[in-house]
């Protein structure tokens, strides 16, 4: 009986080794290239509301109309953004009066120059805008300035 055969040849087939698959699985990819997707849209989002709103934190502020000339923005001035419902926001932070004194005289300390800008929302009472000025001239600022969106 000869075993010459295909089915002879058993012995030949455990030398190549098991089989390779020459498939590529992409799903794990695609999965990876989705989640990045995502974390991107979502930080070019906050970059962009960081660098549209108030204060330079993120806090949207609805400014006023106004055909005033615009100002260049120094690296040494302090925006001041007061929301709609009055609530003061300096760098990101929920702030009171006091603590906006204590800042405020730091900021003298640190660059005596420097020229706070009132980001103040156009529902905000004027009394409140009012009360940002005579903090910041209680403890010496001599420039500042309300920001005012361009009319179109």
Do not use: Y
Not at 55 to 84: N, S, T, W, Y
């Amino acid at each position: 009986m000869s075993m010459s055969g295909p089915r002879g040849s058993h012995h030949q087939d455990d030398e190549e080794g098991p089989a390779v698959f020459a498939d590529i699985n992409i799903t794990p990819l695609t999965d990876i290239f989705l989640v990045l997707l995502i974390i991107f849209m979502v930080t070019s989002t906050a970059l962009v509301e960081s660098g549209q709103g108030g204060a330079g934190a993120g806090v949207r502020v609805d400014l006023p109309k106004g055909q005033a000339r615009e100002i260049k923005q120094m690296a040494r001035d302090f925006p001041v953004a007061i929301l709609a419902d009055g609530t003061t926001v300096v760098e990101g932070k929920t702030i009171d009066m006091g603590a906006l004194k204590e800042r405020l005289q730091k900021l003298l300390k640190e660059s005596p120059d420097a020229q706070v800008i009132i980001q103040a929302d156009t529902g905000v009472h004027h009394g409140k805008v009012v009360e940002v000025m005579e903090v910041a001239k209680s403890v010496g600022v001599e420039r500042l300035a309300i920001a005012t969106e361009a009319a179109p």
